[in-house]
Each structure stands twice: as structure tokens, then as C-alpha cells.
């Protein structure tokens, strides 16, 4: 590694924290922070990406991420701005980072200390509220030629456990036991199964598997994360391919039979899937329906696809 990645600043040099902006490495919290103690946070990853002609940064499906932000502060009595409000302090930042290429956004609202009058413990009432946003920049940073898994023997948390559909920073202890264990058995990443036995999602990302031709990904009562990524996922192999993508229940054994395997989130992007356990996957093949998905994808979050410039928030 060369002198100059070696101090290259990981983040941006200003966030946002509890209504301002501040230098990086000022922004602190006390050690009774409330999220930090119990885990009751919620966040979001959201991407930027330089446009194709080089002429802006865009931040995809900036609205979905904020909504769905808004809907897990909800489950945890957070309170937050607007998001409108929102939208443009994320604007702001990356304004003020001066933020020119490809970009991670982190948004993370959390419980912050006890109210006067409430009592020491877990608890989500009594409790206010705190919101930061930090940035830095992010391109493509997992394996290009295609990403072992292993089916994990840790289930993914049960949605009446823990709000499956809520990005809650405790319940990714579930994500990183699942991960350690696959990293430490020589795999890339695990495929985790929900308590009734049927796939869900991988560690940080939603799963798609193709059969004869055919999109089939675990659907919302699988206990998975309402993944935006998923999303425009489906609604680019309908629009695009004229696939029919089947939202149902797999079975493991449905994962070891599989022509093609794909992982899909905001950090991972389209993550092709080359081997499952010892099931060799198409999923690298140059014609298989991952590459197909991962091509338009990259066109849309790049603004190369006129109907889809909804998705896309200008920075500048």
C-alpha cells in the first residue's frame, strides 16, 4: 500500500450531529449514550455515485432510504426531523465535504440519554433523541469475480424478536456472528435461514436465485429487511428483461439446485453468488441473468437510464 492510501482520511471531514455540522474528529457522544448501551439506533446506508458524463454526484433512491429511516425511528420512539428537512441536510454535507466521486451516507437516529423524572434501565420512552449523518467516500469494494457463500447454522432474527423490517443497530450482532463464522470456515459471506427453516437473507443483503430463467427472491414475511436495493432489483428485471420474478418462500435445498445466485444491497450493489457450499453457480457466466441485472443496474444508479431518473438526487 502506498504512502498516500496509507493517510488517506477514511471519512469526509465534517458530519452532522444533533442539529449541526462538525469536524470528523470533534464529533463525540458520552458513554451513557443510550444506543450505545442497548442498542436502540437505527440507520441507513444510502449511496452517491458520479454520473456517467462526470458532470454531478447523484444519491440513489434518496427518498426510499429517508422513508424507510423514518419508519424504524417510528418502532423506537425516535423522533426526527422531516424529510424534506432531512433530504437537504444530506445535500448540505455533501456539499460541504466538497463530495466529487462515488459516496457512502450513513444516517443513524438514536436514543440519547434519560429525560428528567425517568427511571434507570432499557427503555424507549422517556428518552430523547439524537440524529448524525456521516459520509465517505465508496466505490465498488466487494469481490468482482463473484462471492462464496455458506448456508450459516446462526438463524436470522425472527421479525417478532426483533422488527426484521427496521434497520436496528443491536439486532447486527445477528449479521456479524453469521459473518464471522463464514469468514472463519474460508467463505466470503453466510446465507441465513429464518426460523421456520426457509432462506432469508445474507449477513447485509437480500438474496435472488434464478431457475430456468426464472427471478424467485424470499418475500417480506421471510423476516427480511424491505431491501431498496431488492426493490429496484425486481422492478429493473420486469421493465428490463420482461422476467417474471416469483417473491416465495426457498427452501435450502432450492439454493443447492440453482443455475444462478445473487446477493443485492446499497453497500454490496449486485453481488454475484459463484459458489454455494459445494455447488458451483452460472452466476459469472457473461449471458447468466446476474450480469444482465448487475449491467442495467449500474446504468440506472449512474443516470444512463432516462426513465429512471426519479431514483436519482442531485447533490450539485
Not at 178 to 197: K, W
Not at 213 to 236: F, N, Y
Request: charged fraction near 20%; charge should be neutral.
Amino acid at each position: 500500500m502506498s504512502e498516500a492510501m496509507d493517510t488517506k482520511p477514511a471519512h469526509h471531514p465534517w458530519v452532522y450531529l444533533n442539529g449541526e455540522m462538525v469536524a470528523a474528529q470533534l464529533a463525540q457522544l458520552p458513554v451513557t449514550t443510550q444506543a450505545f448501551n442497548y442498542g436502540t439506533g437505527v440507520f441507513e446506508g444510502i449511496r452517491g455515485y458520479a454520473s456517467h458524463d462526470g458532470g454531478n454526484v447523484n444519491i440513489f433512491r434518496l427518498d426510499a432510504h429517508i422513508a424507510r429511516l423514518i419508519s424504524s425511528a417510528s418502532l423506537l420512539l425516535i423522533n426526527l426531523p422531516t424529510p424534506a428537512e432531512i433530504a437537504a441536510t444530506v445535500r448540505d454535507l455533501l456539499q460541504r465535504n466538497d463530495t466529487q466521486g462515488d459516496c457512502y451516507i450513513r444516517p443513524l437516529a438514536f436514543k440519547r440519554h434519560l429525560l428528567p423524572g425517568s427511571g434507570f434501565g432499557v427503555r424507549l420512552s422517556g428518552v430523547s433523541s439524537g440524529f448524525s449523518i456521516n459520509s465517505l467516500p465508496m466505490t465498488t469494494y466487494v469481490k468482482q469475480d463473484g462471492l462464496r457463500c455458506t448456508i450459516s447454522g446462526w438463524r436470522r432474527v425472527s421479525d417478532n424478536a426483533v422488527p426484521a423490517r427496521a434497520k436496528i443497530t443491536g439486532s447486527y450482532v445477528n449479521s456479524a456472528l453469521a459473518m464471522e463464522a463464514a469468514q472463519r470456515g474460508g467463505y466470503d459471506d453466510a446465507l441465513m435461514l429464518n426460523s421456520h427453516g426457509n432462506v432469508a437473507e445474507a449477513t447485509t443483503a437480500n438474496i435472488f436465485v434464478v431457475k430456468k430463467g426464472k427471478l424467485i427472491t424470499p418475500p417480506i414475511s421471510a423476516h427480511i429487511l424491505e431491501g431498496i436495493t431488492r426493490d429496484s432489483v425486481i422492478t429493473l428485471a420486469k421493465d428490463f428483461f420482461n422476467m417474471t420474478v416469483e417473491e416465495r418462500d426457498i427452501l435450502p435445498s432450492e439454493l443447492l439446485t440453482a443455475d444462478e445466485c445473487f446477493l443485492s444491497g446499497t453497500g454490496l450493489e449486485i453481488a454475484p453468488v459463484k459458489q454455494l457450499d459445494h455447488h458451483a453457480l452460472q452466476s459469472m457466466a457473461s449471458e447468466s441473468v446476474t450480469q444482465k441485472i448487475r449491467q442495467v443496474y449500474q446504468q440506472a444508479v449512474r443516470g444512463e437510464l432516462k426513465d429512471y431518473q426519479s431514483w436519482l438526487t442531485s447533490v450539485y
